[in-house]
């Protein structure tokens, strides 16, 4: 959540955005202070509680249709690797390839896995963990 003073100061970054007004933001952070991605963590919980993470579509070892074994601090749930939401049945735990991902300079795509309960909210079921809490599979 954004509070005060921060949420006042974002409206005014997005004004000059959308203004076409970029310079407004100040000078360009070098790429060598933005951090990596941390690993197997949660990056975003969406509107529909599905959990958005940082585990790259690549690295992800089951093949489709297997079962994984998903562990978010003490709540451990078996899912489905699948390749959408219409893979699994209402009430499964799916794990997916995401909407979120980039294409780099070299053309390399980048997509992001995601957990999602087919008719239900992924974020409850695991007690509602915290952005950058760590996912483990197995």
């Given at each position: 959540m954004i509070g005060g003073a921060n949420r006042g100061c974002i409206r005014v970054i997005g004004r000059a955005?959308?203004?076409?007004?970029p310079d407004a933001l100040d000078e360009?952070?070098?790429r060598s202070d933005i951090p990596d991605v941390p690993p197997n963590c949660i990056a975003y919980i969406?509107?529909?509680?599905?959990?958005?993470?940082t585990i790259k579509h690549e690295a992800s070892?089951?093949?489709?249709?297997q079962a994984v074994r998903l562990q978010?601090?003490?709540?451990?749930?078996?899912a489905t690797k699948s390749d959408g939401s219409f893979a699994v049945e209402s009430g499964q735990l799916a794990f997916a390839p995401g909407s979120s991902g980039w294409t780099n300079e070299q053309g390399e795509h980048t997509r992001w896995m995601e957990v999602f309960l087919?008719?239900?909210?992924?974020?409850?079921?695991?007690?509602?963990p915290s952005i950058?809490?760590?996912?483990?599979i197995s």
């Open positions: 955005i959308a203004l076409g007004q360009e952070i070098p969406d509107g529909y509680g599905n959990l958005k993470t070892k089951p093949h489709e249709g978010i601090c003490e709540r451990e749930l078996e087919r008719g239900g909210n992924a974020w409850e079921s695991f007690h509602c950058g809490t760590h996912i483990q």
